[in-house]
């Protein structure tokens, strides 16, 4: 599997397209960084499957704009130009760094039945995986550390069809034993991974690919 980005300038009519259903597809894309063509092929980052999935980290110093490119990714801002289009197979997660949810007074319990709809017995099970147990279950949703948001949206997005998760700074300001299950979560995830990171330990165990935005361009490297 490939993905193909084109990063051109307004006048750029020949960015590089590919269409299929398990690719990404980034056609003309300019945004505001007003940078000259760029090419960068990742090969295998939206796969049709969860196993194999490529592993990529989007570094770059502040301001390089990884913010914004992961927001046209996710359709959170739109592009000056050019289209975005995942597959019909892709299923993504998103943890971004500010954690926040539509109803913090809400217990944990609570979030799940309505925000969710689930089932009583479904929602405490699904907590219980995301090691929320007993009474921990219902704590309001502002009592809760950056490790437990953290832990809650996962466990909020979560499901057997999801085959990509995006992480935003995932390890920033969190405790040792919110950092070691963010890490094993990732461990254990079988699909495709996209991290914005500004950890290079985290970057170091996980990535097999690097994406990075430097001046204005983006360079894609294997690193596995």
Same mark, same amino acid.
């Given at each position: ?17 590919? !269409?299929?259903?398990?690719?990404? %597809?980034?056609?003309?894309?300019? /945004? ?18 969860? %196993? ?30 050019? %289209? ?29 039945? @309505? ?14 995986? @995301? ?9 309001? %949703? ?25 992480? /935003? ?28 990171? !500004?950890?290079? @330990? ?23």
């Amino acid at each position: 599997m490939k993905l193909f980005i084109g990063l051109g300038n307004y006048g750029d009519q020949y960015a590089h397209t590919r !269409h299929n259903a398990g690719f990404e %597809v980034i056609d003309r894309l300019s /945004d505001r960084w007003h940078i000259p063509v760029t090419r960068a092929r990742c090969h295998g980052l939206i796969g049709e499957g969860t %196993v194999g999935g490529e592993r990529v980290a989007l570094v770059g110093a502040n301001g390089a704009g990884k913010t914004t490119l992961l927001k046209i990714l996710l359709g959170e801002e739109s592009p000056d130009a050019g %289209v975005v289009q995942f597959g019909p197979s892709v299923r993504a997660a998103y943890l971004p760094q500010q954690i926040t949810f539509e109803h913090p007074e809400r217990t944990l319990y609570d979030t799940l039945l @309505y925000d969710l709809g689930c089932e009583p017995q479904q929602a405490r099970n699904r907590l219980g995986a @995301y090691r929320f147990r007993g009474e921990d279950q219902f704590k309001l %949703v502002s009592q809760l550390s950056g490790g437990e948001r953290a832990r809650l949206k996962l466990c909020m997005q979560m499901n057997s069809a999801v085959n990509m998760l995006i992480l /935003d700074e995932p390890t920033n300001h969190l405790d040792l034993d919110s950092r070691e299950w963010i890490e094993s979560a990732v461990d254990q995830f079988e699909g495709t991974l996209l991290i914005v990171s !500004h950890d290079r @330990y985290f970057v170091n165990r996980f990535a097999n690919r690097i994406w990075e935005l430097d001046n204005g361009r983006l360079r894609s490297f294997d690193c596995g």
